[in-house]
């Protein structure tokens, strides 16, 4: 069975990342949240500039973020449709995260860069399956569901 996890680094960043660590994080989150192969998902490591206007393009808000995720599967109560080859794998989506950003917010935080980008996975991961934080309840379960992940990807 296909569990496919692509990665791309900006060049740029070349050697920040380590693929196979953020991958099998990814993979430990889709896991553990019961989705099993085939799939796909992707992640995306880049700078705050594309990350700003990626936010700015696709969701209207001319502000920096430390990650966005674009799902491609359909949500409830929405008309968004898009039409897959039939071959049986499920195409979640792309996670992108500002690698800048995450260092920043390691450091602010007082923990690891490593710890950071795991949760930013996670969190993309998260929004890929469905999870929001818009309301105040919606907010509190994902973030004790980004615990909970964080101390099984980084125990």
Known sequence: MLARTAISIDEKLGGLVDEDWVRKIAQQVLEAEGVAPPYEVSLVFTDPETVRQLNLDYR????????????????????????????????????????????????????????????????????????????????????AKERELLEKCLP
Do not use: N, W
């Open 60 to 143: 209207g808000l001319d502000e920096p973020t430390d990650v966005l995720a674009f799902c491609m599967l359909s949500r409830k109560g929405s008309d968004d449709f898009f039409a897959f080859p039939p071959d049986g794998i499920t195409r979640l989506g792309e996670v992108i995260i500002s690698y800048p950003r995450a260092v920043e917010q390691a450091k602010e935080q007082g923990h690891s860069t490593e710890r950071e980008l795991a949760l930013l996975v996670i969190h993309g991961v998260l929004h890929l399956l469905g999870y929001d934080h818009e309301e105040p309840e919606e907010e509190a379960g994902m973030r």
